[in-house]
């Protein structure tokens, strides 16, 4: 596709609820980020896809985050057992092999009450 | 302290005035710098991005990087209303990681 594509773009869960946010990358993109994004905060680092490869988890805040990009297209980062701290847009971005510069989709704000 | 520092603003501007958009950073292990631009609700938009120290200049925009001081710089001239946005710094040490590191975020206004 012409962008990144996240879906969905707004989630509401309630405490306790497992979600699942896939993103659709730019076709040809070998590299994938998720990215969370507080309120009134830069996006911070959560883990990083080589094609299927999750080369660098370091950022995910628990063991109930976990991400997953099975075909080394499509990812999707799922959150079990969500809690209210975990309420923050979850920006998704791809980017060519040695390319300087990310390219991020719209992100999905996901609201846990 | 945070590795990347980057007043949030918000910072308000008359149509056509220059803007300088600045941020500082701890980790002299960063070797490029980008700086991207968000608008509301949607995600960053990458403006530009430099290696180690030096200057770049793309239309409007020119970014400055001086690795002796740990600073970076965003220039805008002849601001637009539709350059308000949130401009966010972003940091890149290259060594064994595709990790940004990123900075708040300055909210700037450009009054027409």
């Known amino acids: 596709g012409a962008g990144v594509s996240q879906s969905p773009r707004y989630k509401v869960a309630k405490r306790g609820q497992d979600v699942a946010l896939r993103c659709d990358p730019i076709?040809?993109?070998?590299?994938l980020f998720w990215y969370q994004q507080a309120l009134g905060q830069g996006p911070e680092f959560l883990t990083y896809?080589?094609?299927?490869?999750?080369?660098?988890k370091s950022g995910l805040p628990s063991d109930r985050f976990f991400a997953e990009r099975p075909e080394g297209s499509v990812s999707t980062l799922k959150i079990q057992r969500t809690q209210q701290e975990d309420s923050a847009v979850y920006l998704c971005?791809?980017?060519?092999?040695?390319?300087?510069?990310?390219?991020f989709g719209s992100g999905t704000r996901l609201t846990v009450v | 302290q945070k590795e990347v520092e980057q007043d949030p603003g918000p910072l308000s501007v008359p149509e056509g005035a220059i803007v300088s958009l600045n941020c500082t950073y701890s980790?002299?292990?960063?070797?490029?710098f980008m700086w991207y631009r968000q608008y509301s609700r949607k995600g960053p938009e990458l403006l530009m991005y430099?290696?180690?120290?030096g200057n770049k200049e793309d239309g409007r925009f020119t970014a400055q990087v001086d690795k002796s001081s740990k600073y970076i710089s965003l220039f805008i001239r002849d601001s637009q209303p539709s350059d308000s946005a949130t401009y966010l710094c972003?940091?890149?040490?290259?060594?064994?990681?595709?990790?940004?590191?990123f900075g708040t975020g300055t909210r700037l206004k450009v009054l027409a």
């Open positions: 971005a791809s980017s060519l092999e040695g390319n300087y510069g990310y390219t």
């Open positions: 076709s040809g993109h070998v590299s």
């Open positions: 896809f080589q094609n299927e490869a999750q080369l660098d």
């Open positions: 980790n002299s292990a960063f070797q490029y």
């Open positions: 430099t290696y180690s120290s």
């Open positions: 972003a940091m890149w040490a290259t060594s064994g990681t595709y990790k940004y590191i």
